[in-house]
């Protein structure tokens, strides 16, 4: 077994990546106070050619240190906005087509492994706050509500592990016809 090197991992220059066809998602981040997960979610959208990211309310936005240490180049290649306020941001996204689903534990959410994404619809995913979570008001608005199943005691993930899964559940179901998993091994 050897390590593949850049050549033959095939990754974007920063140039082709700006010019390629994304995945018609967006990660929307409702007041996350750490640039840690800022960055992680850069990177993340970075890996999973996602259509952008938006940065609402206090949520650090770049160019910064912290979020560049996690991004790793990711906040050059991913395109962003900024909104003072989240629920603006969900309001254009829906004007502009898209379904919003908050990511959040609710009375009335489905689970994360029950939903199906349509390949002809643009989705936006809404993380929240790492202790409050996405807040009602903006829940309110949203399309719907999904969470992640979870069993342990904990019933809570770090944002940037939840919008890892999610976003790979985003990109599995939407993704181009010409992307393939490639085996492990």
């Known amino acids: 077994m050897k390590k593949l090197s850049m050549d033959e991992l095939n990754r974007l220059s920063v140039e082709a990546f700006k ?10 981040l409702d ?5 840690h997960n800022v960055g992680s ?23 910064h240190r ?4 996690t991004a790793l180049g990711a906040t050059e290649t991913v395109d962003w906005m900024y909104f003072e306020n989240t629920a603006d941001a969900v309001t254009a ?29 643009q989705i936006a995913v809404v993380f929240g706050n ?9 829940l309110e608005i949203c399309d719907g509500i999904v969470e992640i199943p979870q069993e342990g005691t904990k019933h809570s993930l770090n944002i940037s592990i939840a919008a890892g899964i999610v976003l790979w559940e985003a990109f599995k179901q939407l993704k181009k016809p010409e992307y393939k998993v490639l085996p492990a091994g």
């Open 130 to 138: 790492e202790v409050h979570g996405v807040a009602h008001e903006v």
């Open 66 to 69: 912290d979020i560049h240490k």
């Open 31 to 35: 007041n996350v106070r750490s640039m």
């Open 93 to 121: 996204l829906k004007q502009k087509g898209y379904k919003v689903y908050g990511i959040e534990q609710v009375d009335t959410s489905e689970k994360l492994d029950g939903r199906t994404f349509s390949g002809d619809e």
């Open 19 to 28: 010019e390629a066809k994304k995945n018609k998602v967006i990660a929307v």
């Open 41 to 63: 979610v850069f990177r993340t959208a970075d890996s999973f050619l996602i259509t952008a990211v938006m940065l609402c309310g206090y949520t650090p936005q770049p160019p």
